[in-house]
Each structure stands twice: as structure tokens, then as C-alpha cells.
């Protein structure tokens, strides 16, 4: 026998609704865009102006990558 409600209708569970998949596709995407940024260039650091220049001066530099 199902549980009723007051109107003696049987009880139903939640439904599943799309709108999950869109909220949980747009909380991974923002975990990413706050949390994610090291994963995609991890080889970038800060360094200091006078490194930079002795670093242009002794040719290491390949390209600079402004962001």
C-alpha cells in the first residue's frame, strides 16, 4: 500500500528536473574559472622586474605572454 496525501492522491518523490544538470554544469564551470586557473598553466609565476630585464638580457626569454 503507498502513503497518501490529504486529497488521497498517492504520494510522489521529487522529480528529476534538467535544470540540475544546467546548475551543476555552471557550479563546475565557475569552480574552474575561480579555483582552476593553476591547473591550465602551471608553469607561470610571478618574478621580479629587475629578473625580467636580466633575463632579456641574457636571451631566455622566448615570448612574453601578457594576461
Do not use: C
Amino acid at each position: 500500500m503507498t502513503p497518501k496525501d490529504d486529497n488521497n492522491n498517492p504520494k510522489r518523490g521529487p522529480r528529476f528536473s534538467i535544470y540540475w544538470v544546467w546548475g551543476a554544469i555552471a557550479a563546475i564551470l565557475l569552480g574552474f574559472q575561480f579555483f582552476g586557473s593553476g591547473v591550465l598553466t602551471p608553469d607561470a609565476h610571478r618574478i621580479a622586474v629587475k629578473d625580467f630585464k636580466e633575463m632579456l638580457a641574457n636571451g631566455d626569454v622566448d615570448k612574453i605572454v601578457l594576461i
